[in-house]
């Protein structure tokens, strides 16, 4: 199994620029989350998807974050438009909604805006 | 409003010593606690809880949880300079999946 997967790694944007980050989760698993992590806040979560269905967004942080989940292999998180206090690291992470086996995380997209 | 605290936020140790990370929870619907360590990139999975009292072990690694005070260790025993990392505790809430991470706790092993 590869894995949850996102892209890109590293993002450098401008501020006022849209960004896209992109997370494909592990096969089968059927919840879906996205975290921030920068060194003042820790880990916070975002928001998380359970079977494609947006179930909690009371993490994200302003009308300028949105997610989705068009399918069981797809989510994106788009920041419209870009500051530079979004800078930090954008994790995706999957599971069985049972949370029986804990999180897989992906490795993460740095994001950067300048 | 759900809440992970760790303790302390940094450790500074030399090789072989013995470290005990803290972590206490107030979780609605707790569930399970779960310990991550976390290196470069994404946390790794490292334990996870659900019974009082019952420890868990993988090698120099040991927790254990206390579901009446709200509270788990971590213990690493002859530690060693690639348990240099952040270790992250968090609570499990309902049948969700959810997770509330604390804030983790840095360690830092020198030779």
């Known amino acids: 199994d590869a894995g949850v997967i996102q892209s890109p790694r590293h993002e450098v944007t401008e501020m006022g620029q849209e960004v896209t980050l992109r997370c494909k989760p592990i096969s089968g698993h059927n919840s879906l989350f996205w975290y921030r992590q920068t060194m003042m806040r820790g880990l916070e979560l975002l928001i998380y998807f359970n079977n494609n269905v947006p179930i909690d967004d009371s993490g994200m942080p302003e009308d300028r974050f949105s997610a989705k989940m068009p399918n069981a292999s797809f989510s994106t998180l788009k920041i419209q438009p870009s500051e530079p206090r979004d800078s930090a690291v954008y994790f995706c992470a999957s599971t069985k909604i049972e949370g029986r086996y804990g999180y897989t995380f992906g490795s993460g997209t740095r994001l950067t805006v300048v | 409003e759900d809440k992970v605290v760790q303790s302390p936020l940094s450790l500074v140790v030399h090789e072989g010593d013995t470290v005990t990370l803290n972590c206490s929870y107030e979780?609605?619907?707790?569930?399970?606690l779960l310990w991550y360590k976390q290196e470069k990139k994404a946390p790794t999975f490292l334990f996870m809880l659900?019974?009082?009292?019952i420890e868990k072990k993988s090698g120099r690694l040991s927790s254990i949880l206390d579901k009446k005070e709200l509270f788990s260790i971590l213990n690493i025993t002859a530690t060693q300079t690639g348990d240099s990392a952040i270790y992250l505790c968090a609570g499990g809430s309902g049948n969700t999946g959810k997770l509330i991470f604390g804030q983790g706790t840095t360690l830092q092993v020198k030779p």
């Open positions: 659900t019974s009082s009292g």
């Open positions: 979780v609605t619907n707790f569930r399970s």
